[in-house]
């Protein structure tokens, strides 16, 4: 089969064969265009709420799929229901390249009266059973039974992964919210899933790509999202008043390492669990969010390489507001940075501080300082608090440099003054705290800005010079010689 218009000057005593090919595409053998949007009412669908019409809906489907060439692949098409209330006592039954559309949700609902059945699934009869499916503008509303089914699930039926785009959709009254496995490409735009049985949202199996937009998930008997996934982003999400976590993200597998997982101004509170729930992972980035849990830690890490949180509320009134620890195959959770935000725990701020560079303003009581935790744990013990928490200086009195594996501090506060002390003649440098020196280390470093300093302290010590410490300022870049 062609599949194109005839080429000019070409397709000698074949223009009839080219062309019926290319017009078979979107026409039928009478030459009458193929059902590629279809109205649930010209099918039999009544939508008031009394008549069962799950017949006249999947007929509907079934007409699109049988109008277009190779249904079992690669069908296409819209399937629109009108405003009303359409009872269905089983699944509504899409196929790839299917569109359901409704006229919003305030408009038109599907009533499941089944308490065993999904609302919406892929058909798994059919190969490549959930690519390019498209749910939109509707109301899912489940029996609200024990045993209720998944208000939609999207099962690929086949290891060439589903794709999929829900949009504006509100569901109630199911086990669980959204199921969806294997994924290459999803997004979930504008979701609100309320007092699910079990889970909002949950990924049967890994996932890629996949993308959450103005999500919210309210009352869920155990976690708001349960998901498994690569490229997983979050976009202005929301989970209250969940019976476990509200984000629960892990992998399969010692071997299957879930990476590049993104939360951008997301919120979560009154969960039972964790606010954010992390396991065997890496490249995790938390950004600009709310996390206040009822009992669990806010935010929770076990096994996860290279992290970040920047400008994050993280408030737990029953365990840590940051947890870090291995996972279960006892790999441990390393590389974070922790860079302004709020951070409170009843039990404390941070369970461990072995590998988090902490930046910035907060951490207990709205202070200025800048923290830092680093390799080896030896030097955290040397220059821990009471709050377990290492402060160098409150409010502009501090600067904290790092360099070359070593450390440099400028500057002093109301307790400890910090010296530069620069060894000669191998160029490196050395700290020196209430006249114990510290050497340096080959630890993870960095490098954070300065505070303006109100108070400064410069200590040489025999054999050192001020020369030496302006050279050190010149090769950190601090400095210019004129």
Known sequence: MANRLPTVGGDSGNWGTVLNDFLSVSHDSTGK????????????????????????????????????????????????????????????????????IGSGVDATAIVNSSTTTDSIQSDTSKTKSARRIAIRDLYIQGSGAASAGRAINLDSGDASGASFHIENVIISGHYDGIRFNNTVVGVFDNIRIDVPLHDG??????????????????????????????????????????????????ANSNTDFPSSISFL????????????????????????????????????????????????????????????????????TVDGVV??????????????????????????SGQTYLGIGVYPSYLLDLLVTATNLMRF?????????????????????????????HDAPTGSLSLEVGGVKIAPTSGKVGFYGVTPITRAVLATGAGRTVDDVITALQNLGLVKQS
């Open 393 to 421: 200086g409150k409010g502009s009195d501090v600067v904290t440099l790092y360099y070359n594996g070593g450390l440099l501090f400028y500057g002093q506060d109301t307790n400890n003054s910090f010296s530069i002390m």
């Open 339 to 364: 860079r302004g935000g709020i951070i409170t725990g009843s039990i404390n701020q941070f369970n461990n501080l072995g590998n988090i560079l902490i930046l910035g303003r907060n951490i207990t």
């Open 201 to 250: 949202f949950v990924s049967a199996g890994t996932c890629n790509v996949v993308t959450w937009r103005n999500c919210y998930v309210s009352a869920a008997g155990r976690h708001g999202y349960y998901v498994i996934g690569n490229y997983c982003s979050f976009v202005n999400c929301a989970c209250d008043s969940s019976g476990g976590d509200a984000y629960h993200l892990y």
């Open 33 to 100: 265009l193929k059902n590629l949007f279809i109205n649930v009412k010209d099918y039999g669908a009544v939508g008031d709420g009394v008549t069962d019409d799950i017949a006249a809906i999947q007929a509907a489907i079934n007409a699109l799929s049988a109008g277009v060439s190779g249904n079992t692949t690669d069908t296409t098409g819209t399937v629109f229901l009108p405003p009303g209330k359409y009872k269905i006592t089983a699944p509504v039954k899409l196929h790839s390249g299917v569109i359901l």
């Open 265 to 332: 101004t997301c919120g979560a509170e009154v969960t039972t669990g964790a606010a954010i729930y992390v396991e065997h992972a890496q490249n995790v980035s938390i950004i600009n969010g709310y996390f206040n849990p009822s009992v669990g830690n806010a935010i929770h890490l076990l096994g996860v390489n290279s992290w970040t949180l920047q400008d994050v509320t993280a408030v737990s009134s029953g365990g840590y507001g940051v947890f870090v620890g291995a996972d279960a195959y006892g790999n441990a």
